[in-house]
């Protein structure tokens, strides 16, 4: 007879389109009893568990909407908090905790996995910015779902020239989003927060365009560039400060599109789904393995097991062959200064 264990899932910070796949691919109902709880380390203390089967899953695989609904939490941040989810954990019979999320996620994992949880960090945030892994769940579709709007905007732009359209797109304090959507849409320029922006190159780079012929600039901002000061999580709207520098110096019509949360919306991309679901089924080829304690990544193309502590160490680069194009096409401004 196989004795079954008892494996707890959440999801925990932005939610990131594929979350569905990867619960399905994870899913094996012959060794394992899985407790899905709602709103993150808080549902984990506060929620009954949801038990799911993996018939009930076929129809929510290709939905953008979650079946686990996530959420941010105080609870790990202090030691009585983690001992509420550990003493829930134990009482339910769950030796082996799931997570899926970000870099703030691996934070709080890894404080439970100190503590003597079993943890297994699967990647999960539109904005593709954790250390350890070249690919998060949730970055595709979001790309994707912006390439639908910078397509609407080179259409309107196109039928009234003369305009500089500046786009403002998630990240957190990160420009990995902005720079492949830049580059998927077709923008012709990217600020991102990787890189010191000055005023006075982003209008000569303007004029420049214009002069060579084109009739209107799509620009690309990530949320986290700071013209002084620094990026708090929430903030948002950098693009209209940014305008109005350039507007004292040019007579430019500037016109803005704040993107927001349909950027994290939408049904996952077959590639989004197809990644999500190698996600699910590694992590549970390696829920055997004794001490669990790690991320899954994926580094060309593989997926692997990177250890948990390795995302408080460094801050993602951005993909230096995406890099090069957007320097090839001249769409970068500034020094780099991170
Ligand atoms: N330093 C930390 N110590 C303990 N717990 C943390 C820490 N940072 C974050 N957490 C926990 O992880 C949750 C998610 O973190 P955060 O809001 O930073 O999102 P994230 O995992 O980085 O994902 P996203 O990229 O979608 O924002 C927090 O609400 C909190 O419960
Ligand atoms: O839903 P919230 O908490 O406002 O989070 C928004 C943030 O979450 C993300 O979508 C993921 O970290 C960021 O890109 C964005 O800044």
């Known amino acids: 007879m196989i004795i079954k264990r008892n494996i707890g899932i ?15 691919g994870l899913l094996y109902e012959k060794h394992y009893s899985y407790y899905l709880f709602n709103q993150g380390f808080d549902g984990i203390v506060s929620n009954d568990p949801i038990l799911v089967k993996d ?26 908090g983690r001992s509420k989810i550990i003493s829930r954990l134990k009482e339910l019979g769950i030796d ?15 404080l439970l996995c100190d503590e003597g949880i079993n943890g297994l960090l699967i990647p999960m945030t539109i904005d593709n910015d954790l250390y350890g892994t070249d690919y998060t769940i949730g970055h595709d579709t979001a790309v994707a779902s912006i390439q639908r709007v910078l397509s609407d905007l080179h259409q309107t732009a196109a039928n009234m020239p003369g305009r500089v359209f500046m786009a403002e797109v998630f990240g957190a304090d990160s420009g990995h989003l902005a720079l492949a959507s830049a580059l998927s849409g077709g ?13 006075d190159a982003l209008h000569q780079r303007i004029e420049d365009i214009f002069n060579s012929g084109k009739d209107y600039v799509l620009i690309i901002c990530a949320e986290g ?30 016109r803005y599109s704040m993107l927001g949360y349909s950027q994290r919306a939408g ?6 789904n197809l990644t999500s679901m190698r996600f699910g089924s590694f992590a549970l080829q390696n829920l055997k393995r004794p001490n669990l304690n790690y991320l899954l990544g994926v580094e060309n193309g ?12 460094r801050k993602k680069q951005l993909n230096a062959e995406l890099l090069q194009i957007a320097f090839r096409k001249n769409m970068l401004i500034g020094d780099v200064h991170i």
């Open 10 to 24: 959440i999801t925990s910070g932005g939610d990131a389109s594929g979350i569905n796949a990867a619960i399905y």
């Open 267 to 272: 049904d996952p991309t077959s590639h989004e």
């Open 187 to 199: 923008a012709d320029l990217v600020i991102l927060p990787e890189y010191k922006l000055d005023i």
């Open 302 to 313: 593989e997926v692997l097991l990177q250890p948990l502590e390795i995302v408080t160490e």
């Open 225 to 254: 560039v700071r013209l002084k000061g620094e990026y708090k999580s929430g903030d948002q709207g950098i693009c209209f400060e940014i305008g109005k520098q350039l507007t004292e110096k040019s007579s430019r019509r500037i």
């Open 55 to 80: 018939k009930d899953f076929h129809k929510h695989v290709v939905q953008g909407e979650h079946v686990l609904k996530t959420s941010r939490s105080k609870l790990p941040y202090s030691e009585e």
């Open 96 to 110: 082996t905790l799931i997570v899926f999320g970000g870099n703030g996620s691996s934070k709080a994992l890894k």
